[in-house]
């Protein structure tokens, strides 16, 4: 699913998840791999905030396959003075946090006279998933920026882009025809900038592209709202505003699914994910080069993730093998469902405590440069199982890598080598993590980083200049 976004100018280390094995089962038996990586040339650039969390509308009674995940973590009623919660966030020293999700199409925003109808979200299962419209007051705005402003977040926020429309006649389509009408939208953009918050961009629908889920918007109507939108924003940011498009990828399938962790360790399986990659990064080429592509919603399985497995250290192989094949195909932002909420959440959503994805998380935004390199395994050694990306570092010369060991039987000796294009990462400082779960069980979800996550990192400097 794509949607349009417009951001506003207003305003080292080798990571090795290991598949059920301590480390030190990498012994004698280790099979050697070789990963070349070649520094001369950039492959790819991300945004600085390439690692992002979305905040939801879901509302406590949001229920699937018999379970309700998400308690009080949305975007209206979330705890926003929990100081696990802040000190989680402010980590990140600019986590990009984006406000949206299937209820965002169904919000209006109190100010102005262009809001209508400003109630709260009740279940209806007449409504769009199973909901009424519902509704933000600026006071919750205000409280939503000032913990923006306090945690240093850059904010993307989803625009209700069905306001105004009508569902088309014709039975069971799912169409919704007319323009949209942005005057409550413009009514919340020119409060947000009176009031000096800063939301670095604004997102135009949720998932209402193509088929869309449960409404769509036909691709030329759709494609003039987001010019009617464009101007709207002009008024307030001047010139200069930068297009994206995003998508949104569940590639796991359902959150019941039996065979979620096979797959989340079978390589063909998470490979097939390029094809999206590529085929977003060739849309936007040939259709927009002057916009990005952004994955705008990533939660690995839908309906709210799986239960006792999308918050565990098996999730990781999911989750940091997409942050860097996405990477290096182009993607310049990528946001995971969700912050809070679900039991796909980085955060635990009743404690706040780090669930293992968010040291993963933590560990790419502070490691990991916007610069991506081309990494592979030399001859095919460790192929397919050991997975190897590679970036610049972010804060000081020199490359970061990624590996992760897929497998649940062998184990790496891995060296790294710069490859015929590249200067041979030799020399320099050295740091070392490795991330590995607490007692080898690959459903753990203990609370302790020294028992739960160990990260290993290597940092060469004195490579070549595309590093520098």
């Not at 000032?146 to 989803?158: A, C, D, E, P, Y």
């Not at 009508?166 to 389509?173: E, F, Q, T």
């Not at 977003?280 to 919603?297: F, K, L, N, Q």
Request: aromatic letters at 10%; hydrophobic letters at 40%.
């Amino acid at each position: 699913m794509a949607a349009a976004v417009v951001v506003l100018p207003l305003l080292a280390a080798l990571l090795v998840p290991f598949s059920g094995l301590q480390p030190a089962a990498a012994g004698g038996n280790a099979a050697a791999a070789t990963v070349v990586v070649k520094a001369a040339t950039a492959i790819a650039r991300t945004d600085d905030n390439f690692v992002c969390a979305t905040l939801d509308w879901w509302p406590s009674d949001k229920c699937n396959y018999g379970m309700c995940p998400w308690y009080n973590s949305s975007i209206i009623n979330l705890d926003l003075d929990n100081p696990i919660l802040h000190n989680a966030v402010k980590a990140f020293n600019s986590l990009r946090i984006r406000l949206g999700g299937s209820l965002q199409d169904q919000v209006s925003y109190k100010v102005g006279s262009h809001f209508g109808h400003c109630r709260s979200f009740r279940r209806d299962d007449g409504g769009l998933f199973g909901f009424t419209d519902g509704c933000l007051h600026m006071n919750r705005w205000d409280e939503l920026n000032v913990f923006f402003g306090k945690t240093n977040t850059t904010v993307t926020f989803g625009l209700n882009a069905l306001r105004g429309r009508s569902k088309a006649a014709g039975g069971n389509d799912t169409l919704y025809a007319g323009d949209w009408d942005g005057r409550n939208a413009r009514d919340l953009m020119r409060y947000t900038v009176g009031k000096g918050y800063r939301v670095e961009s604004w997102e135009l629908g949720n998932e209402l592209s193509g088929s869309g889920v449960a409404a769509r918007v036909a691709a030329a109507q759709y494609g003039r709202d987001v010019a009617r939108l464009k101007r709207m924003m002009l008024r307030f940011s001047g010139a200069g505003a930068v297009d994206g498009v995003t998508h949104h990828i569940y590639n796991l399938g359902s959150g019941k699914d039996s065979d979620l962790i096979k797959k989340m360790q079978d390589p063909s399986y998470l490979d097939q994910a390029k094809k999206t990659f590529r085929d977003m990064a060739t849309t936007v080429r040939d259709a927009g080069p002057w916009s990005s592509p952004w994955v705008g919603e990533a939660g690995g399985a839908y309906n709210s993730g799986g239960k006792d497995v999308s918050d565990r250290y098996v999730d990781s192989f999911w989750y940091l093998d997409q942050l860097g094949m996405s990477a290096a195909y182009g993607t310049k932002v990528y946001c995971r469902q969700a912050l809070v909420g679900g039991n796909y959440c980085l955060l635990n959503t009743t404690t706040f405590v780090p669930n293992p994805d968010y040291y993963g998380a933590l560990l790419w935004h502070r490691l990991m440069g916007p610069v991506a390199l081309k990494a592979a395994t030399a001859g095919g050694g460790g192929a397919p199982y050991l997975r190897s990306y590679a970036h610049c570092s972010r804060e000081q010369p020199g490359l970061t890598v990624l590996l992760i060991n897929l497998s649940n039987s062998t184990a790496f000796d891995v060296s790294v080598s710069g490859g015929p294009l590249g200067a041979a990462p030799c020399g320099g400082r050295r740091e070392e993590y490795h991330l590995s779960p607490h007692g080898g069980d690959i459903q753990s979800q203990c609370k302790r980083f020294d028992l739960c996550i160990m990260f290993f990192a290597i940092t060469y400097e004195s490579v070549d200049a595309v590093c520098d």
